[in-house]
């Protein structure tokens, strides 16, 4: 009874946030086409991260988008590359302030690869037999909340962009204001390994200063129900080349004799990583800090999803063991991106490759340093006799060992993770809390890797993470798309998030 009587205040309806979250739906509900319209316009400027001229149009057309709606908005240039798109939202005797960050930026295109040859030309579409069919966008009206929209960018990561420029349209046309100051930051690097973040960070420290951030990036729960994560993996990436003979040879005269580099890297692969994920380098474990015991229960509670999502992706079992996917990703992991020897099929040649090569990407886990990792990755390599370069083998050095392995080290970057008992966090969950009228996922770490280290490191302030886009949006693949009603939930969340978040957050530090 004393249970119930302490939730009864957060759950009795009609609740504020519920109250907000009610007009805001019922201004979307009159102008479906009109936000799909201004979505599909800002789709159409292509985003791909190696097209500097073209992020910037989006960066341009964000400003505007955002002036538009009485947000102070400019650039944060950052030399030659994509500037960041600044904007502020003051709100009269607020007293706390946060920023959102989402990237306009995305993945490249093969035109060829995606239903109608054409990434940008944004195309709605209902799910009929199986199918998705073209339809178009109707003057007035209701649409199918179903139905998706269709073009690069549009689950990662545009997508909470326009939920938030129609949030603001919506607290305005119900005449509600913000109770926080909202600071608005929109990258065009992420995608590209914000390789100059900290940079636009430094020099922008005090424009940037605030309580906490609000990462709206990443996917919704593959229960489809909105989640907060209040961390994500850190990543780094390292490429492979195994050297064999100088030349092709053929393997009838010289197999056996002459070492394949297929096998050799092959062996190398099954040194570092096991059938079950586990990563067999001496000492790898040893940094990772053990999910806590709140973090276990919280993943624990999501809704099951690992049964469907086998068999959606006809897998007869999953690594150890069939363990929950939600409880894996809050550990290390090491992925093969690719691997490259020789020809297959048709193309096939009885014959030993030159060399062969591998990209391999690994997901950190908080205290895991991308120095650390580099070290012992190499240190392995040493100690299972391969000779290390990090630059094309010499002749010399190839006629002196055996196994030569060229490694070549991209960018890395740390996790993040805060604590489920962070006033942010406290604050942000409450809120949904409130406006769903009952408790949104709390997850403690996404799979996937964010700049929210840049961000915590440079800055010092905590993150949060809250996603819109629907888990299955082919992001970073071919016919990338949005369902609608996650733009519709997004839209009703963030105008909670910016009337009641204050509500929740405690005004000192417990």
């Known amino acids: 009874m004393r249970v119930r009587l302490l939730l009864l205040p957060l759950f009795a309806a009609p609740l504020a946030a519920q109250s907000v979250r009610d007009d805001v739906r019922a201004w979307r509900e009159a102008r479906e086409p009109q936000i799909v319209r201004e979505y599909a316009e800002f789709l ?108 690069r960018g549009a689950g990662d990561d545009k997508a909470p962009i326009v939920a938030i420029l129609n949030t603001l349209d919506a607290l305005a046309a119900t005449h509600r204001k913000p109770t926080i100051n909202v600071k608005f930051f929109f990258e065009g690097e992420e995608e590209s390994g914000s390789a100059h973040l900290k940079q636009i960070l430094e020099a922008n420290r005090a424009l940037l200063a605030a309580d906490a951030w609000l990462f709206c990036d990443g996917p919704t729960h593959q229960s489809r129900e909105l989640q907060v994560a209040f961390g994500g993996r850190g990543a780094m990436g390292v490429e492979l080349t195994v050297y064999g003979p100088a030349k092709a040879l053929h393997s009838g005269h010289y197999g056996n004799w002459a070492p394949n580099p297929g096998m050799l890297l092959a062996d190398l692969v099954r040194s570092m990583r096991d059938v079950d994920g586990r990563i067999l380098i001496s000492g790898y474990y040893d940094d990772v800090v053990p999910p806590t015991a709140k973090e276990l229960a919280a993943v624990r509670a999501l809704p099951p999803v690992d049964s469907a999502l086998r068999r959606e992706l006809l897998l007869g079992g999953t690594e150890a063991d069939n363990a929950l996917l939600a409880e894996r990703i809050l550990y290390p992991a090491l992925n093969m991106r690719g691997m490259r020897v020789g020809q297959v099929e048709g193309l096939a040649a009885n014959a030993i490759s030159t060399e062969a090569k591998a990209s391999f990407d690994f997901r950190l886990v908080p205290k895991q340093t991308p120095a650390r990792v580099q070290s012992m990755v190499e240190q392995h390599l040493k100690s299972t006799g391969w000779y290390v370069t990090h630059a094309a083998a010499t002749d010399a050095e190839r006629l002196a060992h055996r196994k030569v392995v060229r490694v070549t080290w991209g960018a890395g970057d740390e996790a993040t993770r805060v604590s489920l008992d962070q006033p942010i966090s406290q604050a942000l969950t409450a809120t949904l809390d409130e406006m769903l009228g009952k408790p949104v996922l709390r997850v403690p770490t996404l799979g996937g890797s964010l700049p929210t280290a840049t961000i915590e490191r440079t800055l010092g302030v905590p993150l949060v993470i809250f996603p819109i886009a629907n888990h299955d949006d082919n992001q970073h693949a071919k016919d990338e798309n949005l369902r609608l009603q996650n733009l519709w939930d997004g839209i009703e969340a963030y105008a909670a998030i910016m009337t009641r978040l204050d509500a929740h957050w405690p005004r000192t530090t417990p």
């Open 44 to 151: 159409a400027i292509p985003n791909t991260k190696n097209d500097t001229a073209a992020l910037r149009r989006n960066a341009v057309a964000i400003v505007g988008m955002l002036s538009k709606r009485g947000v102070s908005a400019r650039l944060l240039e950052n030399g030659a590359w994509p500037p960041a798109v600044y904007g502020e939202l003051k709100s009269p005797g607020a007293t706390r302030t946060i920023v959102v960050y989402a990237h306009y930026d995305g993945q490249p295109v093969d035109a060829a690869e995606w239903r109608g040859g054409a990434p940008f030309a944004a195309q709605l579409r209902e799910s009929r037999g199986g199918e998705w069919v073209d339809i178009a966008i109707p003057e007035r009206g209701r649409l199918n909340p179903e139905a998706r929209i269709f073009a």
